[in-house]
């Protein structure tokens, strides 16, 4: 496996609160890494110090062997793509502009823009909304057009932030699906995700944290016992197999 990120003892504090402490971790070029945990775990944060939006108070990221503060913002916008929790645009954008975005750090590239645009809207099944304003969509729409303009930044490391939170089931499954391929084509793929049992069906490895720390990293089947899960979040759960591939499911015990 080549490592697209090496992350090396950080610790990172706000005020007097610790939201990483001392964290290490690798992330492999084509695989899909989920980073699961409670709350305040420190899974969006340590995106955050993936992405080079954080600063570590303590330790380094690298990567593809630099460090991730040797980078120059325009390269560094080419080797990687975030998708952020909250999909925000300031001005009257239409879902076609707002998806061209994405080509910003390729100007001058040569790229045929039009034909990665109109790709990534039809992957994301947004190409019926591309004359809406942004702001008139709806929270799950608005997620699947910042997806698009991510996959039209076309960089090899793609870093989602709770990507499925706003989306139904259908569209959840389909954006892991299509991560799932980024990742196959040779891609580095870090998502933050709450649902167990779909990081399991998706991610080659998850990396379970707990107040700012990691407590496992591995396999779905290595990581999501049901010891470790009901220490980590505190509930009572039951883990079997998916009948239909194997994959864990996470069901919570109920009454």
């Known amino acids: 496996m080549t490592a697209a990120y090496e992350v090396l003892g950080v610790t990172h504090r706000v005020g007097g609160a610790m939201i990483l402490d001392d964290v290490s971790l690798e992330v492999g070029y084509g695989r899909v890494l989920a980073l699961v945990g409670p709350n305040g775990a420190g899974k969006s944060t340590m995106l955050g110090a993936l992405a080079g939006d954080v600063r570590p108070a303590r330790g380094e990221v690298l990567l593809d062997g630099a460090p991730l503060r040797s980078h120059h913002p325009r390269a560094l916008a080419r080797r990687r793509s975030l998708l952020l929790q909250a999909n925000r645009v300031a001005f009257p954008f239409s ?61 090899p490391v793609v870093l989602l932030d709770e990507p ?23 891609r580095a793929v870090v998502a933050v995700l709450h649902d167990l049992s ?10 379970m944290l707990a107040e ?44």
């Open 164 to 186: 499925t939170a706003a989306l139904d089931l259908r569209h959840q499954e389909e954006l892991l699906r299509i991560a799932r391929t980024l990742a196959d084509e040779g």
């Open 95 to 155: 879902v076609a502009q707002v998806v061209e975005m994405g080509c910003a750090p390729w100007q001058g590239a040569g790229r045929d823009d039009d034909t990665i645009i109109a790709d990534a809207m039809r992957r994301a099944d947004i190409a019926h909304l591309a004359h809406r304003i942004f702001g008139s969509l709806s929270g799950g729409e608005q997620a699947r057009v910042s997806f698009a303009r991510v996959l039209v930044q076309d960089a």
């Open 198 to 207: 779909l990081a399991a069906a998706y991610a080659d490895e998850l990396a």
């Open 212 to 255: 700012g720390r990691i407590v496992a990293v591995g396999t779905p089947a290595e990581v999501l016992t049901e010891e470790r899960i009901e220490s980590v979040y505190a509930t009572e759960v039951g883990v079997v197999a998916d009948p239909l591939n194997g994959h864990p499911l996470v069901l919570p015990r109920r009454a």
